[in-house]
T-cell receptor, first 115, second 113 residues
Framework: DAGVIQSPRHEVTEMGQEVTLRCKPI?????LFWYRQTMMRGLELLIYFNNNVPIDDSGMPEDRFSAKMPNASFSTLKIQPSEPRDSAVYFC?????????????FGPGTRLTVL | AQSVTQLGSHVSVSEGALVLLRCNYSSSVPPYLFWYVQYPNQGLQLLLK??????LVKGINGFEAEFKKSETSFHLTKPSAHMSDAAEYFC???????????FGTGTRLTIIP
């Protein structure tokens, strides 16, 4: 299995631009999580989906952030417009769902820099 | 609500010495407990997990952790540190029926040659 795939691995953009991060979960996993990691705040859960439906988006910082999961094999996290304070590493993780352990498998992350 | 406290944001040990990283949790129901490791510029990788059964759990790379309900702890240990163990370690908790993981703030482990 290829594991969780994220793209791009690095993104540098200017303030005000739209940024789209992509994630492909492990095949057969039906729950997907988006996290943000910064030095100041550590690892924060932004939103998670179960069977393509958003279950908890309470961690989404503001309306500039949106996430979609149009099918079981693809999800996007969009920031529009981006700001320098959005600079962070964004991780996607997936889990089988309904399992007896809730183990999450993480992707390699996307390092976002907003200038 | 569940929560995790990791004591010590930075821990340094000499190569060959015992590694002990501390984790205490709070949960209203029996928890699932995890230790993840993050190497520089990489995602989080599962080291070990406790769900039910034996309270001493063995993981990858020689690490193990013991679930102590009375102390609400899940400390991570390794008898002999190796240079390759230098990384950041995260403790996490979840509950039956709740897929969300609550992570601690992480402990950065440095190995002294």
């Amino acid at each position: 299995d290829a594991g969780v795939i994220q793209s791009p691995r690095h993104e540098v953009t200017e303030m005000g631009q739209e940024v789209t991060l992509r994630c492909k979960p492990i095949s057969g996993h039906n729950s997907l999580f988006w996290y943000r990691q910064t030095m100041m705040r550590g690892l924060e859960l932004l939103i998670y989906f179960n069977n393509n439906v958003p279950i908890d988006d309470s961690g989404m910082p503001e309306d500039r952030f949106s996430a979609k999961m149009p099918n079981a094999s693809f999800s996007t996290l969009k920031i529009q417009p981006s700001e320098p304070r959005d600079s962070a590493v964004y991780f996607c993780a997936s889990t089988i769902g309904g399992s007896q352990s809730n183990e999450q498998f993480f992707g390699p992350g996307t390092r976002l820099t907003v200038l | 609500a569940q929560s995790v406290t990791q004591l010590g944001s930075h821990v340094s040990v000499s190569e060959g010495a015992l590694v002990l990283l501390r984790c205490n949790y709070s949960s209203s129901v029996p928890p699932y407990l995890f230790w993840y490791v993050q190497y520089p510029n990489q995602g989080l990788q599962l080291l070990l997990k406790y769900t039910t059964g034996a309270t001493l759990v063995k993981g990858i790379n020689g690490f193990e952790a013991e679930f102590k309900k009375s102390e609400t702890s899940f400390h991570l240990t390794k008898p002999s540190a190796h240079m390759s163990d230098a990384a950041e370690y995260f403790c996490a908790v979840s509950e039956v029926g709740n897929e969300k993981l609550t992570f601690g703030t992480g402990t950065r482990l440095t190995i002294i040659p």
